[in-house]
């Protein structure tokens, strides 16, 4: 069965700080892995998408890096702002003929002043 | 202002009332998708639909049901059948269902049963 799991559940961060992001999975065929960012309330919003070929992937203050030999990957947010409170989500979706996703159950971040 | 959405945000149901949720696209995609987000647990997929007149269930798709009659909307009907009604609803769309298409949600619908 395809997996993916996160930690921390939740983490607690003071403003400017940096924080990493943890996600394993056992997806397979793997096509590709995916952080979003859900504000409270709000939908989804996508922020890298990764393939087998990439280990890294920067898209401003957030930088994913993905494993494929060992499943693992992780999202660093540097000079945290408040703003970046939210759940971040991974997500990883097998190859077929059609879409095929797994999504993570999430980590809670809280940027506090 | 491309984008998707849904409607109402908040809606309250009372026990043994089939209720729709709507959910709007103007990003001319043809994949389109409904999720369940409870707490504690990742997106669940209910049901996804590749084309126009077209849908398959997903995971967790009893209880449920939708239409697709038009490239822009796909509502979702929530039925007296579904025993655990009370979450949260995302409705999201892609180019088409690769595994490599971005899927763009919609701001949700929250729906509890009283």
Redesign the interface.
């Known amino acids: 069965k395809n997996q ?1 799991e996160q930690s921390p559940q939740s983490l607690i961060i003071l403003e400017g700080k940096n924080c990493t992001l943890q996600c394993n999975y056992t997806v397979s065929p793997f ?2 892995l ?1 952080w979003y960012k859900q504000d409270t ?6 922020l890298t ?1 990764m ?1 087998f070929s990439e280990n890294t992937k920067s898209n401003g203050r957030y930088t994913a890096t993905l494993d494929a030999d060992t499943k693992q990957s992780s999202l660093h947010i540097t000079a945290s702002q408040l703003s970046d409170s939210a759940s971040y ?1 991974c997500v990883v ?4 003929g ?9 980590t809670k971040l809280q940027v506090i002043p | 202002d491309g984008g998707i959405t849904q409607s109402p945000k908040y809606l309250f149901r009372k026990e043994g009332q089939n209720v729709t949720l709507s959910c709007e696209q103007n990003l001319n995609h043809d994949a389109m998708y409904w999720y369940r987000q409870d707490p504690g647990q990742g997106l669940r997929l209910i049901y996804y639909s590749q084309i126009v007149n077209d849908f398959q269930k997903g995971d967790i798709a009893e209880g449920y049901s939708v239409s697709r009659e038009k490239k822009e909307s796909f509502p979702l009907t929530v039925t007296s059948a579904q025993k655990n009604p009370t979450a949260f609803y995302l409705c999201a769309s892609s180019i088409d269902t690769r595994a490599t298409d971005t899927q763009y949600f919609g701001p949700g619908t929250r729906l509890t049963v009283l």
């Open positions: 993916v096509s590709n995916r309330g709000r939908g989804p919003v996508s998408i393939t989500i979706s097998a190859r077929g059609y879409q095929k996703v797994t999504f993570g159950t999430g």
